[in-house]
């Protein structure tokens, strides 16, 4: 059973940086691995997706709203998924949740929340203006 610890959370103000990290517990290998995030006020059925990388991480996608700005990254043997977020603006505010699947025919770079069955508790961002 893969369990995702996130953290690396924080406030900061607009412009700024935030690192977060996603340890895997369990074979990830094979998965899919992505980046969600809850505004506030929102529900959990409105989580976005923010970015996705592939198994061995030679492909990613983005967000329209965070391309430029936010860098998906793994190191499969830290069992460990990053993202790197900068120029942070007050929408990217929200609890930002780490989550996994295994690889489906069919499905590539899947950035909706259904595609995955795997899930992290999240990790607050908040960013001021």
């Known amino acids: 059973q893969v369990q995702l610890v996130e953290s690396g959370g924080g406030s900061v103000q607009a412009g700024g940086s935030l690192s977060l990290s996603c340890e895997a517990a369990?074979?990830?290998?094979?998965?899919?691995m992505a980046w969600f995030r809850q505004p506030p006020g929102k529900e959990r059925e409105e989580r976005e997706g923010?970015?996705?990388?592939?198994?061995?991480?030679?492909?990613?996608d983005y967000a329209e709203s965070v391309k430029g700005r936010f860098t998906i990254s793994r190191e499969n043997i830290k069992d460990t998924l990053y993202l790197q977020m900068h120029n942070l603006k007050p929408e990217d505010s929200g609890m930002y949740y780490c989550?996994?699947?295994?690889?489906?025919?069919?499905?590539?770079?899947?950035?909706?929340?259904?595609?995955?069955?795997?899930w992290g508790q999240g990790t607050q961002v908040t960013v001021s203006s």
């Open positions: 923010v970015a996705v990388i592939s198994p061995g991480g030679s492909s990613a």
């Open positions: 369990g074979y990830t290998v094979s998965y899919y």
């Open positions: 989550a996994a699947n295994p690889v489906q025919p069919g499905r590539h770079l899947p950035l909706q929340a259904h595609d995955y069955s795997v």
